[in-house]
């Protein structure tokens, strides 16, 4: 496993433009002083007339990333002082860090389309991760003691993100995300017919609660190429492999091999971002001791959708577990802003 990104690639490593950055550090926080909270029904149209500004100058710094299926994005301007200390849980995370979500929609709607779940956080379109007593053990975002498996972000559901956006608020002790690109994988063909062919469903992680029983399960692809290149939906802890043939089994151990050969750790600073590519990446997170003082790893992730990318029709079919979006910005997808691609990813995949 490497150390770093820019030891995997080239081109993932970024830099928010200096004025850009302290351009959406200012819109921030005078937003953050017209709102009383993240969910205010006005601020949708805030963010999006904010990024429209934003966007020439800051649009291809979020373009895709290429093969490595991620970019750190360094330039954040993050006061230390307004975001307070590391919440207990999700729920802790209040009004305080409410201009650094701000920041996030802003960033994020430079990149794509935010959304939220309204089975998860509450339905916020900014979700804060971090280390949860309790939770230490599970395979959530909430844990800390246990390896985060690699992952597809809401694997189980057909609207899943196609990018994620992380921000790091703190992280003192570079606790580090691990990452792997299905694009630079190794499969003979025989694997990818089988993981290609709707095998087993995958199941919401335990961070929406309750799963109401919509009926069978619906069974998904894990592995297909796409018009961009090889598609990826892979989430094992959520996957019941016992149930499959044992050719299947044998082809998904082959992938998560390769995805082990392939991987690589980013460890972000506070004002670092992580844009991943959700439909080539699967990521995932080292264990670490959580001390719950206050100084814990703290992210905020934002969901994103790339409107002009689509998936296979076939996954139209899927309910999703019930699981229903929260989409403040997808009653006008006119007004997105349309960031240019990154000179040093054109004719990448």
């Known amino acids: 496993m490497k150390n770093a990104c820019s030891e995997h690639v080239s081109?993932?490593?970024?830099?928010?433009?200096?004025?850009?950055?302290?351009?959406?550090?200012?819109?921030?926080r005078e937003l953050a002083g017209l709102v009383s909270s993240p969910f205010d029904p006005g601020?949708?149209?805030?963010?999006d007339a904010r990024a429209r500004e934003l966007a020439p100058e800051l649009g291809e710094v979020f373009a895709p990333p290429g093969a490595a299926g991620a970019a750190v994005i360094s330039g954040l301007v993050l006061d230390n002082a307004d975001l307070g200390p590391t919440p207990q849980d999700w729920s802790h995370a209040g009004v305080r860090s409410l201009s650094a979500d701000i920041a996030m929609m802003l960033l994020a709607r430079c990149a794509g389309v935010p959304f939220g779940w309204q089975g998860q956080q509450a339905g916020r379109i900014v979700n804060n991760v971090v280390?949860?007593?309790?939770?230490?053990d599970e395979q959530t975002g909430a844990s800390s003691a246990t390896l985060l498996a690699p992952h597809t972000e809401d694997a189980f559901h057909p609207r899943r993100a196609n990018m994620l956006l992380l921000g790091c608020m703190r992280n003192p002790d570079l606790v580090a995300t691990t990452l792997?690109?299905?694009?630079?994988?190794?499969?003979?063909?025989?694997?990818?017919?089988?993981?290609?062919?709707?095998t087993l469903p995958i199941?919401?992680?335990?961070?929406?609660?309750?799963?109401?029983?919509?009926?069978?399960?619906?069974?998904?692809?894990?592995?297909?190429?796409?018009?961009?290149?090889?598609?990826?939906?892979y989430d094992p802890a959520y996957t019941p492999l016992p149930r499959a043939r044992a050719e299947f089994r044998a082809?998904?151990?082959?992938?998560?091999?390769?995805l082990e050969r392939v991987s690589y750790t980013v460890a972000l600073e506070a004002g670092q971002l992580l844009l991943v590519d959700n439909d080539v990446a699967v990521h995932g997170r080292v264990p670490f001791t959580a001390r719950y003082d206050g100084t814990d790893r703290w992210l905020k992730r934002v969901n994103l959708?790339?409107?002009?990318?689509?998936?296979?029709?076939a996954e139209a079919a899927e309910d999703g577990y019930g699981q229903k979006l929260v989409e403040p910005?997808?009653?006008?997808?006119?007004?997105?802003?349309s960031p240019r691609p990154h000179p040093a990813l054109v004719g990448a995949r």
């Open 11 to 28: 081109d993932c490593v970024r830099t928010l433009p200096g004025a850009g950055a302290q351009a959406v550090a200012h819109a921030a």
């Open 43 to 47: 601020l949708p149209a805030q963010v």
């Open 131 to 136: 280390p949860a007593a309790g939770h230490e």
């Open 180 to 198: 792997s690109s299905v694009r630079q994988v190794q499969l003979d063909e025989a694997h990818r017919r089988l993981l290609a062919a709707p």
């Open 203 to 233: 199941l919401p992680d335990i961070s929406y609660g309750a799963v109401p029983d919509t009926g069978a399960a619906p069974t998904v692809s894990t592995l297909w190429d796409g018009p961009q290149g090889p598609t990826l939906r």
């Open 251 to 258: 082809a998904y151990e082959a992938l998560t091999t390769e």
């Open 305 to 313: 959708r790339l409107p002009q990318r689509l998936r296979d029709p």
């Open 329 to 337: 910005y997808a009653a006008a997808p006119g007004r997105r802003p």
